[in-house]
């Protein structure tokens, strides 16, 4: 493959910030949705490295584990947007501080 | 017909067994029949095997079987006769007998009338069994035994708390006694072998030299037991307060038999203390010092079984020193004669509070002398015989044990002066109690007179209080023949004429108080002195504030259990690890997620080795 | 086989127990009586072809066939753990102890369970079970399985019939008890892995361990975790806290086989364990094991004076007995240890007869607290004459069992050190302070003239006659038992002997 190659080091600082950007709201915003888009972010933060690693090696592994990632970001948020509803219901607030009934 | 010697402890033992077994359903003449019945068939086999023993003129050695053998600690269940044993037995069971049969007329209105000859009758056996043992460790067992029987006799009444108090006392105080004379046995076993007496004896003899450490050790631990059980300096407190047990009781165990096992003791072990002059010195002391003191202190009680009381321990003083000074046969000889005559007195004085609605108080009796005669001639004798006139049987033994003890070198003549003062008080204290209950005018009137079941031991033992003396005592194969005495007639006569002089004494104060002795008694000194001899010399409240009650102090402040504070507070830590770590616990999910973020930051930093 | 069935009767007869309560709630108690004395019946009749000769062949502790019986089984060979019972003297001796004071703790507890009477009776037998498997079982596994078998039903014993601070009492019970056990395990697999790396082989197997001593300091690390789970059990000072508390509120039946047999397991493991397994690091401990057991003896003693409740009392006065036997392994000297036998058998007769009579007061007057009791000997004469005969055993009067126990510990402890001996003899007065203020308080003093007691019936006198006489015998012929148990305490004294110089008194003696 001629034409420009991005450096997989840039790729990687992408993936970096944006995993920061993703642990960062998750470990600040108190929203559910905000919390579950955090996720997102960092499951597809790993993705990226994922597909760059593949490209680098030349190896369709790193697709697989993409499409591995897709589906279970697709699960999660099935799962994780059901949370949303019943905490909805149960706290009349999507914030996930009154939800803290594990308290010790 | 030695044979039968087994029997003698097996008539009380079974009696009492049956008794235990049935106690109120049997009725009470047939518990009278089997309680007095069987201590009697003990002292005809007694004297049956005692005839049959001066015939032999061996001692008699009989093993039933083996107690318990571990190694070479292979203790017996053995009798042992010889003269002493017999003499020992003889007072026993006759004396015994007389006493059962005195109480079955005394505690007859009690409920618990088959309880009390269960009690009494084991404790002939226990008795016996002391007196019989040939070795230590079965003579413990006796001893104990009576110790236990004298507790529950002295408690009878139980519903008194007080005389709970007093039962205690008897038991825990001989019980320190006891415990060093089970150290005794410990180091005599350990360094001898054996606790047989006879060959205990004689290892003992060609182990160690006269004046050696180690028997010296081993005899003042004897002794420690032998002061217990015989009511001497320092473990003699319990005596007086047993006179809470029933007056018979008294004068069984408390006067004739169980007291005196200490100088039983003694005169068995007398090898071993042969081989520790300082512990025989010590044994001579604390007689006297034990005679003297509990005299004064027999002046000026007014209970007269207290009176008494104070008496014995005096009288066995006088054995004490007896055995201190190495008269054997004399302390023995007086161990006898005591045993009649103050068997005499208690059963007396029984017979006086049986007849004076349980009147205890010297002061509040008088004039018995023509209400109750039986009572009044049975002291008269009684006290004759404790005072040491002439030709009572009590002259003769104590006589002997003061002119021994004049012969002793050395401290001799210091013992004897000291003796001399005991006797002039016996006889003050022993008149004065004669005088004040059965002269003077009338203060109580008796309900009753004794019935023949009381007048007639009564009246044996008046007859032995006053023959006694004569009795010639199978004991020259027992003790080391004592060197000939030639006292100067002037000693002699100062022992004969003391007595005499105290009962003078005791007529001028007491009954026609022609000596005013009131002033000497309510001057300041005098009021005080009275009330230190009153109360025993102190030595209950002496022991209540040095003993007694820092133990009680103790078991109730430690009664919580302070070891539980190293378990409670592990506890406590446990608890507050749990109170702050579930601070952490918040329930918040942004704490959890950074928490986790920072947990594996720290982590990864561990790895790369950056921390 | 006679070992496994002994275990496996019992085991058996909670189950029918058990299932017994659906039919009549009054027929597991005859179940469990039955199904030991049917034990007890079929142990006799298999040692009674045991001759006096059999016995008296002293065993060779590496040989198994020197033993009376002798039962293996491979159980997990992959790590050497086998079905391993045996039996000498010593067990013989506690396996009787055992079945007779069960058939004591049935009759003590007959008509004082109400609720779930087939399951009270199923965990006593299923103790009982555990208690014979401990005395029984020689490999090491084995044995810590039976030591936690017989705990888990004495726990719920205690906590389901105990009396009002149940929950605290079994729960401190179970703590101790298994924490300590925890330490023997762990000196077990230390124990086994140290063999396995000389030898190259696993075995839990108690003839394979001491066929190879291990030495060094780790030795004696391994001994203190045998020794503290036993001195726990035991219990000795200062680990006896549980024991009062458990005492006073586990059932009557609970508190006789707490009293009489549980504790014996303690006793039971320092003379089979600890000191073969260790000899050297026991001789080097015994200075502080022998005032541990001193200190127990007066401190049991001084706190028993301070109660008021009729069963701590009891329970500290165990304390107090127990350090005797404490004593007495430790002297190094045979009469101390054949007393501490002695005391094991003794102790368990006259403290499972006071527990039962404190049950009995407690099921007439609701009440265990002695303050409020006086006088009930006028009300009970049978019941007052049979606590002033265990009384007295307690305060180990001649002629009864505790007695010969005290007496051969203090005489053979008096020749190895005279002073402990003579420390340890205080304890004869303090028992006698706090025995006869406990029957002044409960059973003398001023009645109540209005109560009204049933005194003690049939089954009751016949329970205590059972005992009364064990300890008269006890006290007047001991020499069966001291046979029994002599060959056993002879190997110990060899296995030991090479060890020890010959015992002279020091400090004391010329």
């Given at each position: 493959m001629d034409g420009v190659s991005i450096p997989l080091d840039h790729v990687l600082l992408l993936s970096a910030l944006l995993f920061i950007c993703g642990l960062l709201g998750l470990m600040m915003r108190r929203n559910v949705i905000f919390i579950l888009i955090s996720l997102e972010v960092m499951l597809n933060s790993s993705a990226v490295a994922f597909v760059a690693a593949g490209a680098r090696w030349g190896q369709a592994d790193g697709q697989v584990i993409f499409m591995l990632i897709l589906a279970v970001a697709a699960a999660e948020v099935a799962v994780g947007l059901g949370l949303v509803i019943q905490i909805q219901r149960r706290f009349k607030s999507l914030d996930m501080d009154d939800a803290d009934r594990l308290r010790g | 017909m030695l044979k039968l010697l087994p029997l003698i402890p097996l008539f009380p033992l079974v009696s009492s067994v049956l008794l235990m077994v049935t106690t109120g359903k049997m009725p009470k003449r047939l518990v009278a029949i089997l309680g007095a019945g069987s201590v009697g068939l003990s002292a005809l086999t007694t004297l049956l095997v005692g005839l049959a023993f001066m015939e032999s003129g061996q001692p008699h050695h009989q093993v039933l079987w083996t107690w318990m053998q571990v190694g070479t600690f292979s203790p017996d269940i053995a009798f042992y006769l010889d003269g002493l044993t017999l003499v020992m037995m003889s007072v026993i069971t006759g004396v015994g007998f007389l006493i059962h049969l005195f109480s079955t007329e005394f505690m007859?209105?009690?409920?618990s009338y088959s309880r009390y000859f269960a009690y009494l009758n084991m404790f002939v056996f226990a008795m016996l069994i002391l007196v019989m043992a040939d070795n230590l460790l079965l003579l413990y067992l006796g001893w104990e035994g009576v110790g236990v029987c004298s507790y529950l006799l002295v408690g009878?009444?139980?519903?008194?708390p007080d005389n709970g108090l007093a039962a205690r006392k008897a038991f825990v105080v001989t019980r320190v006694g006891d415990t060093a004379m089970a150290l005794g046995l410990f180091l005599l076993f350990t360094e001898?072998?054996?606790?047989d007496i006879q060959p205990m004896a004689a290892a003992a003899n060609s182990q160690?030299?006269?004046?050696?450490t180690l028997p010296v050790l081993a005899c003042l631990l004897l002794l420690g037991g032998a002061v217990g059980k015989s009511a001497q300096?320092?473990?003699?407190?319990?005596l007086p307060d047993a006179m809470a047990g029933p007056t018979p009781v008294s004068a069984l165990?408390?006067?004739?038999t169980m007291v005196t096992a200490g100088v039983y003791l003694i005169a068995r072990t007398h090898e071993l203390f042969l081989l520790a002059p300082p512990a025989m010195l010590a044994v001579a002391l604390v007689g006297l010092i034990t005679s003297l003191m509990a005299a004064f202190t027999a002046l000026?009680?007014?209970?007269i079984k207290r009176i008494l009381a104070y008496s014995t321990i005096s009288q066995i003083g006088y054995m004490f020193l007896a055995l201190g000074v190495g008269a054997w046969t004399a302390g023995i000889f007086h161990l006898m004669t005591h045993a009649f005559f103050k068997a005499l007195l208690f059963l007396g004085a029984g017979a006086v509070i049986h007849c004076l609605?349980?009147?205890?108080?010297?002061?509040?009796?008088?004039?018995?002398r023509t209400r109750l005669p039986v009572a009044f001639w049975s002291f008269l004798i009684g006290s004759a015989a404790l005072a040491a006139l002439?030709?009572?049987s009590g002259f003769f033994s104590k006589d002997m044990i003061l002119l021994q003890a004049y012969e002793l070198p050395g401290a001799g003549p210091w013992l004897w002066a000291g003796g001399l003062l005991g006797a002039l008080l016996t006889a003050i204290y022993s008149f004065r109690l004669v005088f004040v209950v059965f002269f003077g005018e009338a203060k109580t009137e008796p309900d009753r007179q004794p019935g023949l079941r009381m007048a007639v031991p009564l009246t044996l033992l008046c007859v032995l209080a006053i023959i006694g003396g004569w009795f010639a005592l199978p004991l020259a194969d027992v003790f080391p023949v004592a060197g000939e005495h030639h006292p100067s007639h002037l000693i002699e006569g100062i022992s004969i004429a003391i007595p005499l002089i105290g009962l003078v004494l005791a007529y001028l104060i007491?009954?026609?108080?022609?000596?005013?002795?009131d002033g000497l008694v309510n001057s300041s000194l005098g009021r005080t002195l009275k009330k230190f001899w009153f109360s025993g010399w102190a030595m209950d409240l002496l022991y209540d504030r040095l003993l007694v009650r820092p133990y009680k102090g103790l078991a109730y402040m430690l009664r919580g259990e302070w070891v539980d504070v190293i378990y409670n507070s592990i506890v406590k830590v446990c608890q507050m690890l749990f109170v702050g770590l579930s601070h952490?616990?918040?329930?918040?999910l942004r704490w959890y997620a950074t928490s986790m973020v920072f947990g594996v930051i720290v982590v990864i930093a561990l790895l790369l080795g950056v921390i | 086989m006679v070992l496994v069935n002994l275990i496996l009767i019992l085991l058996a007869g909670g189950v029918i127990a058990w299932l017994a309560e659906r039919q009549h709630p009054l027929l597991p108690r005859w179940i469990a009586l039955f199904t030991i004395l049917f034990d007890l019946g079929y142990f006799l009749v298999y040692m009674s072809d045991l001759s006096w000769s059999q016995i008296a062949?002293?065993?060779?502790?590496?040989?198994?066939?020197?033993?009376?019986f002798h039962y293996k089984a491979e159980w997990i060979p992959r790590f050497g753990i086998s079905f391993e019972l045996a039996m000498d003297g010593l067990s013989l001796l506690m396996v009787l102890l055992t079945l007779v004071l069960g058939a004591v703790a049935v009759s003590s507890s007959w008509t004082d369970i109400k609720q779930r009477t087939g399951f009270f009776e199923a965990n006593l037998l299923w103790t009982l079970a555990g208690v014979l498997g401990v005395f029984l079982a020689l490999d090491l596994f084995l044995f810590f399985l039976f030591w936690e078998v017989m705990l888990v039903p004495m726990y719920l014993m205690i906590a389901i019939?105990?009396?009002?601070?149940?929950g605290y009492a079994s729960m401190k019970f179970f703590i101790f008890t298994q924490v300590s056990g925890l330490m023997m395990l762990l000196a077990i697999l230390a124990l086994v892995m140290l063999n396995h790396s000389s030898t190259g082989v696993y075995s839990f197997s108690y003839f394979d361990l001491l066929d190879h001593k291990v030495g060094g300091d780790i030795a004696y690390y391994l001994m203190l975790g045998f020794f503290v789970a036993f001195l726990v059990k035991l219990p000795g000072f200062p680990f006896h806290t549980w024991l009062p508390d458990a005492h006073t509120q586990a059932p009557t039946a609970g508190s006789v086989i707490l009293a009489g047999i549980l504790l014996k397991t303690g006793a039971y493991g320092l003379i089979r364990f600890v000191v073969p397994l260790f000899p050297n690091e026991a001789l080097a401990f015994s200075p502080i094991a022998m005032g541990l057991g001193v200190a127990g003896i007066i401190y049991g003693a001084v706190l028993a004076l301070g109660q008021d409740d009729f069963k701590r009392l009891v329970a500290y006065s165990s304390v107090s007995h127990m350090g005797f036997v404490l004593l007495g392994v430790f002297a190094w000297n045979a009469l101390a240890l054949q007393g501490a036998v002695m005391q094991m058998i003794a102790h368990g007769f006259s403290t499972a007869a006071l527990f039962m009579i404190a049950g009995s007061l407690q099921e007439r007057?609701?009440?265990?607290?002695?303050?409020?009791?006086?006088?009930l000997w006028q009300n009970m004469p049978r019941m007052g004459a049979v606590a002033m005969f265990f009384a007295l055993a307690s305060l180990g009067?001649?002629?009864?069992?505790n007695f010969v126990a005290e007496f051969l510990v203090l005489v053979g402890l008096f020749a190895v050190a005279p002073w402990v001996a003579a420390v340890a003899a205080l304890g004869l007065i303090v028992a006698a302070i706090y025995s006869l203020m406990m029957m002044q308080r409960a059973?003398?003093?001023?009645?109540?003239?209005?109560r009204r007691f049933p005194d003690y019936g049939f089954r009751e006198m016949l329970t205590m006659t059972v005992m009364i006489v064990g300890l008269i015998w006890l006290g007047l012929y001991p020499q069966p038992v001291l046979d029994t148990a002599q060959p056993v305490l002879d190997s110990l004294m060899q296995m030991v002997g090479s060890v020890t110089e010959p015992t002279k008194v020091a400090g004391l003696m010329p």
């Open positions: - | 007859e209105e009690d409920v009878f009444w139980y519903q008194n001898l072998g054996t606790l160690w030299q006269v004046g050696d300096l320092p473990l003699h407190t319990w165990i408390h006067a004739a000026v009680q007014h209970d609605h349980h009147e205890h108080n010297i002061f509040k009796m008088g004039g018995l002439p030709f009572t007491f009954l026609s108080g022609q000596l005013k002795i952490t616990q918040t329930g918040r | 062949i002293v065993p060779n502790p590496s040989d198994a066939a020197t033993w009376l019939w105990g009396h009002e601070g149940r007057m609701h009440t265990r607290d002695m303050s409020k009791m006086s006088g009067l001649p002629g009864l069992g059973f003398q003093g001023k009645p109540d003239e209005g």
